[in-house]
């Protein structure tokens, strides 16, 4: 079977391929920690009353724990798949295990916060205001301009439903990583001084909810190729 021809049929399995369980689950706990945070926020942002167990912006809380897991779900699918492509092409298993790298990273990141210790010195050493208030923004956006920028040769060599849903996720991921993130900086620069205000608070919410939405893509779409993997080696 040629290349074009093999990506036209993993295009169509995953177009007939339905909802998985375990995927499903996973998309029913995202939404119910997001609306859990989002519930307190609207009732009331006093932080003495707050239950920060169901604050998606706190490292202690039940949603960042969660995201450690989804990452580190999605390292690991990538690594199988980096293992169980045929050897014929090197460099994109390469590739593959060195995305699975990534986002082994971005989970430890979440788990440690490593990001966020760099705003300080940042700030300091850049004099960083409005949307750049969280100065950790500047490295970590250079560093996915120039990943996305290497990652389209990579995109091409994948079916096209698969391409186009790991753009959607990395889209969706960096829309919160990034750009909630700039509007958070600006509210928390701004007369919004306290982390506890309700627009601060609301920008955090969708920041999270988009990061998780990412992962979750990547899983779908991780999941549907390495199954068409797998079919097609049996």
């Known amino acids: 079977m040629t290349q074009t021809a093999y990506f036209r049929l993993a295009d169509a399995r995953g177009a007939l391929r ?6 499903t689950i996973m998309f029913a706990v995202w939404l ?6 989002l519930a307190q926020d609207l009732v009331s942002t006093d932080e003495a009353t707050r239950l920060w167990l169901l604050d998606v912006d706190y490292e202690g809380s039940a949603y960042t724990w969660f995201s450690e897991l989804l990452l580190a779900g999605a390292a690991l699918l990538m690594f199988l798949i980096g293992r169980e492509r045929p050897s014929a092409n090197r460099l994109v298993n390469m590739q593959w295990l060195l995305l699975s790298g990534l986002a082994f990273f971005l989970s430890m990141d979440e788990a440690v916060s490593l990001h ?8 300091a050493a850049l004099n960083t205001t409005s ?5 950790w923004i500047i490295p970590y956006g250079i560093a996915c301009i120039v990943g ?29 990583a990034l750009g909630c993130e700039m509007v958070g900086g600006a509210l928390m620069e701004d007369e919004y001084a306290l982390a506890g205000v309700l627009p601060y608070r609301m920008a955090s919410t969708l920041e999270e909810a988009l990061e998780g939405l990412g992962v979750l893509i990547i899983i779908r779409a991780l999941l549907d190729y390495r199954q068409d993997l797998l079919d097609r080696r049996s």
């Open 148 to 176: 996305l920028m290497l990652a389209v040769p990579f995109l091409r060599s994948l079916p096209r439903r698969t391409a186009g849903s790991m753009a959607l996720a990395a889209g969706t991921f960096l829309a919160g």
């Open 18 to 23: 339905g909802p998985r369980p375990g995927l």
């Open 32 to 37: 119910a920690l997001i609306f859990a945070s």
């Open 116 to 123: 966020e210790k760099l705003t300080e010195p940042l700030q």
């Open 131 to 135: 949307g750049l208030y969280f100065a």
